[in-house]
């Protein structure tokens, strides 16, 4: 099987090689694909919880219960630096 590449995904995986926790770009590939379905996995098993929160969040923002964008753009970063703090930035 021949795969195409983006050349961002082809930097991916050449960072992830430099890191030395694959030895070649099947590994590498091998390993997002397994992530991908965990992820795929967890998301039809929460989907009717996800679904229960989307249709909350909308219901409040239909009684003006919402957060102005720009605060709420605010609170993400804010959340997104702490989070990167904690574990890092993957992409540099």
């Known amino acids: 099987m021949t795969i195409k590449l983006r050349p961002e995904h082809e930097q991916m995986i050449s960072e992830a090689l430099n890191c030395g ?5 099947a590994e590498v590939i091998g390993r997002a694909l397994e992530i991908l379905a965990l992820e795929d996995e967890w998301l039809r098993e929460n989907h009717e919880a996800v679904q229960a929160k989307i249709a909350r969040g909308l219901a409040q923002l239909d009684r003006g219960e919402g957060i102005p964008g720009e605060e ?9 630096s702490a989070w990167v703090g904690r574990n890092g930035s993957h992409r540099g």
């Open 21 to 25: 926790a694959y030895q070649n770009p």
């Open 72 to 80: 709420s753009r605010v609170r993400l970063q804010e959340k997104k």
